[in-house]
């Protein structure tokens, strides 16, 4: 395939690009020439090593902007939305909006010990993980920021339709998710805006360890998957650079499962 043009006014803006998937996206259409925009939000601890990969991004070539914020507080949002716009300059558009915030309550739904998930864990990991998705498209629709041929990118996991330990608020939140990924492909077509979702098989990233027994997930998946090993971030990158082609403009509101054949037994 030939590459997009490094001088080239599209952008890619990652929501949650420091680590895991988002980063591995942002790397993968950095090297097809996309410029990059990633929000993320950090401790000021770990901001050495995503530096590190940031600059990686930075000498393939590209323009690359980062901003350690909170991309879910609706007022910061907005104002750098207005940040955003300057960096895009009077002809930059956003060719690709991936969406890759993993902040959700990974309670149990019942313990004798452990507090359970309440009203409010629902609540905060639905806005995250899936509400918050729409608004950045919104607000990219309403500064007419988005390119004519648009892409929106988010991932999904196998929890949206099976039940796992501790997954409950997730699981709800990947399931709406997918709704609001067929809802958007539907009512955005009319501005050129393609919606699809990406089901990633069990990758091992930052989030990942953050489940209660993913060890045990781990061990599971493996098993599974023909292939014998689990899914790469790079894998889950590569489709969702396939996403942004030419080529696949007529795939919109689907979920694309990219699990090496885990999910199949």
């Known amino acids: 395939m030939i590459k997009h043009s490094s001088s080239s006014n599209e952008w890619a803006l990652i929501i949650g690009g420091s680590s895991g998937l988002g980063l591995a996206t942002a790397k993968k259409l950095?090297?097809?020439g996309f410029n990059i925009i990633i929000v993320h939000r950090d401790k000021k601890s770990d901001l050495q090593s995503i530096e590190s990969d940031f600059k990686e991004i930075?000498?393939?070539g590209v323009a690359f902007q980062s901003y350690n914020m909170d991309a879910l507080h609706p007022e910061k949002r907005t104002r750098l939305i207005q940040q955003i716009k300057g960096v895009l300059g009077p002809v930059g558009k956003v060719k690709v909006l991936v969406h890759s915030i993993a902040k959700?309550?990974?309670?149990?739904?019942?313990?004798a010990t452990d507090r359970v998930l309440g009203n409010a864990d629902f609540h905060l990991t639905l806005d995250a993980m899936a509400i918050n998705l729409y608004d950045w498209a919104q607000l990219l629709i309403r500064e007419d920021l988005f390119a004519s041929d648009a892409r929106i990118v988010a991932f999904t996991s196998e929890g949206s339709v099976r039940a796992w330990p501790n997954y409950g608020a997730v699981s709800a939140a990947k399931a709406a998710?997918?709704?609001?990924?067929?809802?958007?492909?539907?009512?955005?077509?009319?501005?050129?805006?393609?919606?699809?979702?990406?089901?990633?098989?069990?990758?091992?990233?930052?989030?990942f360890k953050q489940i209660p027994g993913h060890e045990a997930l781990r061990k599971h998946a493996?098993?599974?998957?023909?292939?014998?090993?689990?899914?790469?971030?790079?894998?889950?990158?590569?489709?969702?650079?396939?996403?942004?082609?030419?080529?696949?403009?007529?795939?919109?509101?689907?979920?694309?499962?990219?699990?090496?054949g885990e999910s199949l037994q």
């Open 104 to 111: 959700g309550n990974l309670k149990p739904m019942r313990s």
């Open 222 to 260: 493996l098993e599974r998957n023909p292939h014998g090993r689990l899914t790469r971030p790079e894998d889950v990158a590569n489709a969702a650079y396939l996403l942004c082609t030419e080529e696949a403009q007529w795939i919109t509101g689907t979920i694309i499962t990219v699990d090496g």
């Open 177 to 207: 998710l997918e709704a609001i990924i067929r809802n958007m492909a539907l009512e955005f077509a009319p501005l050129g805006i393609r919606a699809n979702g990406i089901q990633a098989g069990i990758t091992e990233t930052k989030s």
């Open 58 to 60: 930075t000498l393939i």
């Open 30 to 32: 950095a090297g097809e």
